[in-house]
């Protein structure tokens, strides 16, 4: 049984919890994109040919950043995580005439 687990809350409220690894050199070196690999495989409205679309927030921060490790934003084991989806657009509306 793994060592070190996540709580993801997708975008309908449901609670999935998504073994990550088991020992702490692994978890010390587990990045955001390998995490949302494996909610891609837990939660299906985020299918990998869609991983592109899936946000990860935890503590009111995205994770954004595919290569970076879970552990530079605090994640630890049973931490909470947040999934939705980027909805395409959303840039900046051109300034009125």
């Not at 609670?15 to 690894?21: A, E």
């Not at 020992?23 to 909610?39: G, I, P, R, S």
């Not at 299906?44 to 991983?51: K, L, M, T, Y």
């Not at 049973?78 to 999934?83: F, K, L």
Request: hydrophobic fraction near 35%; include cysteine.
């Amino acid at each position: 049984m793994p060592k070190y687990r996540v709580c993801v809350y997708g975008m309908r409220g449901e609670k999935v919890t998504i073994d990550l690894c088991d020992t702490e050199e692994q978890m010390q070196n587990m990045t955001v994109l390998q995490l949302k690999e494996k909610v891609a495989e837990k939660l299906p409205e985020f299918a990998v040919e869609r991983i592109e679309t899936l946000r990860l927030i935890f503590t009111d921060k995205e994770l954004n950043e595919d290569s970076k490790l879970l552990s530079s934003y605090g994640i630890q084991h049973m931490s909470v995580i947040h999934a939705v989806i980027r909805i395409p657009g959303g840039g900046r509306l051109p300034p009125l005439p």
